[in-house]
């Protein structure tokens, strides 16, 4: 039974030990990105782009080292298999411990070459077997826009993409499955996102947008959906500021 998506980039930033004073100014996105998953049950299926596909159990554990600091993070409260963890997973991982600590997640990661075609029908797949399980199941959606909106930006300057990101923080405002299925490689969380329009299938009776912005030229953007024919577990949706739109349909 799928109850909501939320979704946040896939950020180290995020992690205070790893940006120390600059921890200060990314209060907003943080608080954002906690509030978008305080809406998830017990049981978290994650979602990101990564070098190759992998599914991680939730008894996976591994740390931020590779970051700068050996923050050291699991994917349930029982997590003993120390391995090496794609960003998604551990940004997953500390999010989890951080909002929802008694929480389990699978992270489900998907290689940057698949086509939209394949990241759809991989998503509507994963929805198929949400759909098949009586228990509670959130997703949470880990990926980032455009990484060159700005001259200090980690991918260069592309002052194209700033209009390419725009259109993305559209559509994931207003639940536009149809806009994501045709982003643009330049969108390095594209996959992810495509994999989203996948699984929610069709426009969302709830959409919540809760952060975007580009504080390091790469895009993020925090919310949550409720598509059609899910149920809350527990939550009337995320509080906060933020832009609420119901769907029509």
Known sequence: MLTAIALIPSAPVLVPQLVGAAAAELADLRRAVFTAASVLPDRWLAIGVGAADEVVGPRAAGTFAGYGVDVQVGLSPDADEVRDLQLNSLITAWVR???????????????????????????????????????????LVVADGANTLTP??????????????????????????????????????????????????????????????????????????????????????????????????
């Open 97 to 139: 411990a951080e909002v929802r600590p008694s929480a389990s997640a699978e992270a489900h990661v998907f290689a940057a070459h698949h086509s939209a075609e394949d990241s759809i029908r991989r998503g509507t797949q994963l929805r198929s077997a949400i759909d098949d399980t009586d228990d509670p199941v959130g997703v």
């Open 152 to 249: 200090r930006a980690p991918g260069g300057h592309d002052s194209a993409s700033v209009a390419v990101q725009s259109a993305l923080d559209d559509a994931l405002a207003a639940g536009d499955v149809g806009a994501l299925s045709r982003l643009p490689p330049s969108i390095t969380g594209r996959v992810a996102w495509q994999v989203l329009a996948g699984l929610a299938g069709a426009t969302p009776r709830s959409v919540k947008e809760l952060y975007r912005g580009a504080p390091f030229g790469v895009g993020y953007f925090a919310g949550v959906w409720l598509p059609q024919g899910c149920r809350v577990a527990g939550a009337s949706g995320p509080k906060g500021t933020g832009t609420t739109r119901e769907s029509k349909t």
